[in-house]
């Protein structure tokens, strides 16, 4: 059992930055994938970046180059930097973890957080 707890939502003005952190109860690096997902009212869950072991990551094309992951393995916690925020940002934004390597499909993983609302305002 992972648990995961989501910190670091609000309101920010487009242009801003906000940066979320998961803080996960028991060590995940090299044992757990992580990943962040967001779903917007009416919309489904999307994936939005994910982090496997020490660098390897990946990111949704609406995210790249404005959204960085990183892990701080003596915490065990990952962030998520969030640059150049836009209105289309705007969603309750979930950290996952999932058994071995990382997915893009939020129903590969085993674990979740509760969420953390993240509101960007034009």
């Known amino acids: 059992q992972v648990q995961l707890v989501e910190s670091g939502g609000g309101l920010v003005q487009a242009g801003g930055s906000l940066r979320l952190s998961c803080a996960a109860s028991?060590?995940?690096?090299?044992?757990?994938?992580m990943g962040w997902f967001r779903q917007a009212p009416g919309k489904e869950r999307e994936f939005v970046a994910a982090?496997?072991?020490?660098?390897?990551?990946a990111y949704a094309d609406s995210v790249k180059g404005r959204f960085t992951i990183s892990g701080d393995n003596a915490k065990n916690t990952v962030y998520l930097q969030m640059s150049s925020l836009k209105p289309e940002d705007t969603a309750v934004y979930y950290c996952?973890?999932?058994?071995?390597?990382?997915?893009?499909?939020?129903?590969?993983?085993?674990?979740w957080g509760q969420g953390t609302q993240v509101t960007v305002s034009s």
């Open positions: 028991r060590r995940t690096f090299n044992r757990y994938g």
């Open positions: 982090t496997w072991g020490s660098g390897d990551t």
């Open positions: 996952a973890a999932k058994v071995g390597y990382y997915s893009f499909y939020p129903n590969n993983y085993d674990y």
